[in-house]
Structures are given as C-alpha cells and as structure tokens.
C-alpha cells in the first residue's frame, strides 16, 4: 500500500494572502467585521449558495476570539482557519504513521502464527502441550493485629505446585517473584495459599484464593488485589496482588491477536477517512488554497517483519463502539461558561432577571409577586462568585416556560384589576399617586418578562446547540477526527 506525505511550503503569509484574494468577490477584507448570521452567510456564498457544514462551521466559531457583542474580524476567522487546516494535514501525517506501524507489527504477529502452526500440538483437552500458567507474585498485606513475622505462599494447580521464597513481614510482604505451573487439562482451580509463622511455630495458613482456570481462557492478563478466605470461604482479611496469564493455545491467542490488530488498523482507515473529510470541507471554501499546494509525493509503507517476536505477550484492549450520547442525557449534562462567554441572549437574561427581581420587590409592597422573584432568582444562582455561569439547558428552557407562565399571569392581572383601579375602596388602600407608581412599576415587569420570555428561549437554545456540538466533539475525539482537536 502508499500512502501520501502531508507537508506544505507555503508559509501562513502566503496562505492568507491566497484566502484574501478569494475573499475579495465577497467584499471581505482582514479588517471587515462579523457576527455570527453573516459569517455563515460567508461560508454560505463561499459554496455558491449551499449550507455550509453547520458543525464544523461551530467548531471554527467557537474558537474564534469575540468582543462582548459577538463580533470579529475577518483577519481572525482566517487565522483559526488556518490553524484548523494545519491540525488536520498533521493529523493526516500522523495516521499515516500509525497505519504503518501497526501493519508492520500485524505482519509480525502474522508471521509467528505460522511457524507456530506447524509445531504446535493439543493434547485430548483442547490445551497445547506445554501449555503454562504463569503467575507473578507481588505482595501480600494483612489486616489481623496478630501479624506473623515470616511469610510465605504456596501455589498449586493440578499436579504441579511452587513455593515463594520467605520473607519477612514489616507492613506488607513483598516478593516480586514470577512462577509457572504445568496445564493439562485447564479444568479446576488454581490455588495460592499465604502462610506465616514466627521462628520455632509451625506455618500456619492465613488464607488462601482460588481461581477457576476457565476464566483465564481469554487468555489476557488478569491483575489486581485480591481478597484471602479461609477453607470455608470466610474472608480473613487478608490481600494479596497478583498477576495471572493463561495460553492454551499460542495459535488462537494469535489469531485472536491478529484480528485485534485489524479492528484497530480499521479504525485508524476510518479515523483518516473523517479526517480527510473535514479537510475537504475547509478546502470548499477556498479552492485555490489546496491548489497553490505542491502534488504530495508518495511513499512505500515497507512492512518488515522480524524474526524475534516482540509482541506475544502484548495485550491490545478490543475496540470498543463509537461514542453516542443519548439526547436526554446530552440536555441535562451541566456547562459552565465564563461570564466572557455567555454571549448576547445570555448577557440579555442576566440583566433582565436582575432588573425583574429588584422590580417584583417594589411591587411586592402592593401585588404578590413572589413568583417573578423565584423566577429571577432561580436562573441568577446559577452564577457563582467569580461570574461564571453552570447550568443545563432543560434547566433554562423549563425557566423559560415558567417565564411564559408569568407573563399570561401579568396579563391577566392587569386586565382584571386595572378595571378597579381608581375605585374608592382602592383609594382606601393606597394613595392615588402611589397607585400609579406600583401601575408603572407592574407594567415594567410585564415589559422586562416578555424581554425575559425571549432571552430564556435563545440563551436554552444556544446552550442546546453547545451541547449538541459538545457530544459530536466527544464522538469525533474518540476516533480523532475534531477538526480542532489540538487547540
């Protein structure tokens, strides 16, 4: 197989310029200024009236430096252009790499199973002759206050058996010591048994475990603390950290290896694949760029297999599925933006719940408006000291509703009560002048509601979006394909 090397001589200068002069139909210079609206407009025209691909449009947007408004300048979405198209011509490089090194070791494992076919043997069990447990010793801690002085272990499968050196116990025992027990049939228990004595006692068993040989029969390694029991299967207290690995049969632990090298080598094709995709978006947008480009060169990706077989033991985790995060889930995980970030509908929500709270709290002294200070102080906790916002969008959106709720409410309140307004029992309430204060103050609050009816919406719907984009970059992570991965 080839691959292509992805290297360029144009400097960033001579990239802007290219992009610059493409941008120069739209009327765009470095200096022109954008908002969100007409920078996808931009890309828009860019592709003579189609939609831009609005997610990797998200990704560019996000990261490039706005003023409080939202606003920047052209100059600045080439730069983060750039920076993205440099990511992804490296990213490319690097598989490339990666594809190479994989499929070199995949033919090295491909060529070990076949010297291995034709000397291996299984006996009437299924298990190869001279098949070994291999087990690693490390230490031992035990939480009884009657703590032996020596410590020593026994290990036993079948006929085969192996005793640790013994040492000395001072907080824990400590072998490091590696063994191996004859497998015959691969039914039955391996057993490893801790004794401990003081000089002139007998040893005497402080626990022991027992593993059924099966459930090493996927021939991986199996390591961990594991806890001691006595003969009856009572728990004593005692730990004891391990490492254990079967083969039964070296030639299925290497086909089984071997279609792990696969599925990973498969991964990093489709990885490349998205990768390549998501350049070819960016290069719609300015076709002369890859163009000024030099045709990439090729190369032979040489496999050279070894004759020494490094990787028997080398244990590749499977490959495990593409990353999806349920719609519900993905609403109500929690974001945090700093008080720079918010943007304008949730600088607008700010203001207005502030401006609300202290209104409701004027009205207060004539109507019960207690309910638009919950609402106000319900989406204002969501700030902590240092200004940053953490919320989630259903969170938003469901203060959202409540604010079309108090809005009906308002409404309502001032269609029935304005009707009694300057009757004489009201008189007797409060004074006419006072009366017409609270009337201009409710009537600010049904302004400031409906403000805030709206700016609940956008600020639940941008956080919504963020989301969206946040669970499509954690997909594409896993498989390496953010467009702006390493920013």
């Not at 290297?7 to 022109?32: A, G, R």
């Not at 499929?103 to 299984?122: A, D, G, H, S, Y």
């Not at 058996?161 to 049939?185: G, P, Q």
């Not at 300057?422 to 009537?443: D, G, H, N, Q, W």
Request: glycine share 4%; hydrophobic share 40%.
């Amino acid at each position: 197989m080839s691959q292509a090397i992805h290297q360029s001589t144009l400097s960033p200068q001579q990239k802007t310029q290219i992009i610059f002069k493409e941008l120069e139909s739209n009327n765009v210079y470095p200096d022109t200024v954008l908002a969100e609206d007409n920078f996808l407009e931009l890309l828009d025209k860019r592709l003579g009236g189609r939609t831009f691909d609005r997610s990797v449009a998200a990704q560019l947007y996000d990261r490039i430096t706005k003023d409080t408004f939202g606003r920047f300048t052209a100059g600045e979405f080439v730069h983060v252009f750039l920076e993205a198209e440099s990511v992804l011509r490296d990213r490319l490089h690097q598989i490339d790499d990666t594809i190479a090194d994989d499929e070199r070791k995949r033919l090295e494992i491909i060529e070990k199973l076949e010297n291995i076919k034709k000397t291996e043997t299984l006996n009437q069990y299924g298990v190869m002759n001279g098949s070994k447990l291999h087990v690693v010793l490390h230490e031992f801690q035990y939480a009884s206050p009657r703590v032996p002085r020596n410590v020593f272990v026994d290990l036993s499968y079948e006929q085969s058996r192996a005793r640790s050196k013994v040492v000395e116990y001072n907080v824990k025992a400590t072998w490091n010591e590696e063994f191996d027990l004859d497998v015959i049939s691969g039914i039955g228990d391996v057993v490893i048994s801790v004794y401990g004595s003081n000089q002139i006692e007998t040893p005497e068993l402080l626990g022991e475990l027992r593993i059924p040989l099966q459930k090493l029969k996927d021939q991986e390694i199996q390591e961990g603390l594991f806890e001691l029991s006595d003969r009856n299967g009572h728990l004593v207290g005692g730990k004891i950290q391990l490492q254990l690995y079967w083969i039964f049969s070296r030639v299925k632990y290497l086909n089984d290896l071997t279609r792990k090298w696969d599925d990973d080598i498969r991964m990093q094709y489709d990885d490349r694949n998205d990768t390549e995709r998501n350049l070819k978006v960016l290069y719609a947008l300015f076709s002369n760029l890859q163009a000024a480009y030099p045709k990439p060169t090729q190369k032979k990706l040489m496999a050279a297999p070894t004759s020494n077989m490094t990787h028997l033991q080398k244990t590749v985790s499977p490959v495990k599925e593409k990353f999806h995060l349920p719609e519900d889930d993905r609403f109500n995980l929690e974001t945090e933006l700093p008080w720079g970030q918010l943007g304008p509908w949730g600088y607008i929500s700010s203001y207005s719940s502030l401006a609300l709270l202290v209104l409701s709290m004027f009205a207060c002294f004539f109507k019960a408006s207690y309910a638009d200070i919950l609402l106000s102080l319900a989406f204002l906790v969501n700030f902590d000291t240092l200004g940053k916002f953490r919320g989630t969008p259903e969170k938003v959106y469901g203060l959202y509703l409540g604010a079309f709720a108090a809005v009906g409410l308002e409404i309502i309140w001032l269609i029935v009560y304005s009707r009694t307004w300057y009757t004489p029992m009201r008189a007797m309430e409060l004074s006419t002048k006072t009366s017409r204060f609270i009337y201009v103050i409710v009537l600010f609050c049904l302004t400031v509601k409906i403000l805030i009816l709206v700016a609940y919406y956008k600020f639940s719907k941008h956080l919504r979006d963020m989301a969206n984009r946040h669970a499509m970059e954690a997909h594409q992570s896993r498989l390496g394909t953010n467009v702006l991965r390493n920013y």
